[in-house]
């Protein structure tokens, strides 16, 4: 059974920071692109960042660019998103999710490309 859960979600005041982890398992993460995503009330899930398997690469949204770091330790079949500098706009649910595609990488930003999601954790951002 392929599983992806999150944790590290929690209340932060703005400028502060939070670490996310994601632990995935079987073919959600193995050779597979490991993507976050965010989605606010009433708002349309949105592409965060990005990490392929070597983890030599990174892609980000614009939107969190310089504030937020993807890595992943495949050793431990867990990726994280470290987020500094936290506004209020960050506020969200926030998933994981795992392409489940060996070595795909392409459309990396699109949560449809993604098979395997995690039950998200909620992020808020005080002013």
Do not use: H
Request: aromatic residues 14%; glycine residues 12%; contains cysteine.
């Amino acid at each position: 059974q392929v599983e992806v859960v999150e944790s590290g979600g929690g209340l932060v005041q703005a400028g502060g920071s939070l670490r996310l982890s994601c632990a995935a398992s079987g073919r959600a993460f193995t050779n597979s692109v490991m993507g976050w995503f965010r989605q606010a009330p009433g708002l349309e899930r949105e592409f965060v960042a990005a990490v392929p398997w070597l983890g030599r690469t990174t892609f980000y949204a614009d939107s969190v660019k310089g504030r937020f770091t993807i890595s992943r330790d495949n050793a431990k079949n867990t990726v994280y998103l470290q987020m500094n500098s936290l506004k209020p706009e960050d506020t969200a649910v926030y998933f994981c999710a795992g392409r489940g595609v060996k070595y795909e990488t392409t459309y990396y930003e699109r949560a449809d490309r993604y098979r395997y999601w995690g039950q998200g954790t909620q992020v808020t951002v005080s002013s």
